[in-house]
């Protein structure tokens, strides 16, 4: 069933890039892209490497109780471990989160079952501010930027879909039962399935470990705090990264247009087929910008580019990261 979806994701992506490509003016393209200005080029891809940086001292702080030591550089070579497998894998941007635990478990002999449930629990706080900034650019749009009736619908379901996920979330922890899993597994017949399986005995009992640092994690007030700061910087980054490169083509637009267009591609990419969200994300952040009133050979230059720096970092130095990591710890 997954590979038919894809396959008809796929399908659509190549029709739309095809009809994309037939609209694009490459002799005008290139003609834009010459006039680059190399100082705010360079602004742009210094601003995508501080966001990682920023990314990597958050988990920094979220693993404070879990890793004993705090090396900065192996910490980032670990953020970059998982930012390539987040590029090489399609849906959710949390596939780098059990290789990120597998080499911090590895270099400090700890559980990597603990470093998984603290990384995790950091992830669903950076994707609560993520989710912020999206809701925000869909009730901005929705409110203030006058857009065909076609497009505000599609915004308007999103939005709903959003809100709807956040009460069906809401209305579960109304009847949580403060982590307490046995009994779920219990009601549900799985423990019986559990004691009468090693296997299955074995990831029960591992998992007690992964629920107490999630918990422990998501619950603390430093955390919290720090947590949702660094990632306000992180996202606030990886806008000014765009908008650089905006400035490199001698282009103005408004910091907000960008905040909403970047905004609703990172949402994509979660649900994206494509590893990563390739083609995908691209494709929606060009109609986006066209659509809001940027013109479309700019709009083209500056999603392409800012994906490019951050497939560098991902797969690049994500790349030499994870070789890296393998060879030092054997």
């Known amino acids: 069933m997954k590979t038919k979806w894809r396959i008809f994701f796929g399908a659509i992506v190549v029709v739309l890039l095809i009809y994309a490509i037939s609209k694009i003016n490459f002799p005008e393209i290139y003609q834009i892209a010459r006039g680059i200005k190399p100082k705010f080029f360079l602004f742009a891809f210094v601003s995508c490497s501080l966001s990682i940086i920023i990314f990597s001292l958050r988990g920094m702080i979220s693993l404070r109780k879990v890793v004993p030591h705090h090396d900065f550089w192996f910490f980032l070579e670990t953020t970059l471990a998982g930012f390539f ?16 635990a597998y ?113 422990k994690t998501i ?29 490199s083509l001698d282009v103005k637009v408004s910091f907000f247009l960008v905040i909403i267009v970047v905004s609703l591609g990172s949402l994509l990419r979660e649900f994206s087929p494509s590893p990563g969200g390739a083609g995908l994300v691209e494709g929606l952040m060009i109609f986006l910008y066209a659509v809001l009133g940027v013109n479309l050979q700019a709009a083209i230059i500056v999603s392409v580019l800012s994906r490019l720096i951050l497939y560098f970092h991902s797969l690049v130095l994500g790349g030499i990261s994870i070789f890296h990591l393998e060879k030092s710890l054997g």
């Not at 700061?229 to 806008?239: A, D, E, G, P, T």
């Open 103 to 215: 080499f911090l478990g590895e270099k400090y002999s700890i559980p990597k079952t603990k470093v998984f449930g603290a990384l995790l629990a950091d992830r669903i706080l950076h994707g609560a501010v993520s989710l912020f900034f999206v809701i925000a650019s869909l009730l901005f749009v929705l409110t203030y930027i006058p857009v065909s009736a076609e497009l505000k619908t599609i915004f308007q379901a999103v939005l709903f879909f959003i809100f709807l996920f956040l009460a069906i979330i809401l209305f579960l922890n109304a009847k949580k039962t403060k982590f307490n899993f046995k009994v779920l597994l219990k009601k549900t017949g799985i423990l019986k399935k559990i004691k009468n399986n090693k296997k299955m005995l074995y990831i029960g009992q591992t998992f007690g470990n992964f629920i107490t640092h999630f918990k």
């Open 219 to 247: 619950t603390d007030k430093k955390t919290l705090f720090w947590g949702m700061l660094f990632s306000f910087v992180y996202w606030i980054l990886n806008y000014l990264s765009s908008y650089f490169l905006f400035l």
């Open 85 to 100: 497998v987040n590029s090489i894998t399609p849906g959710l941007t949390a596939s780098g989160e059990p290789i990120r």
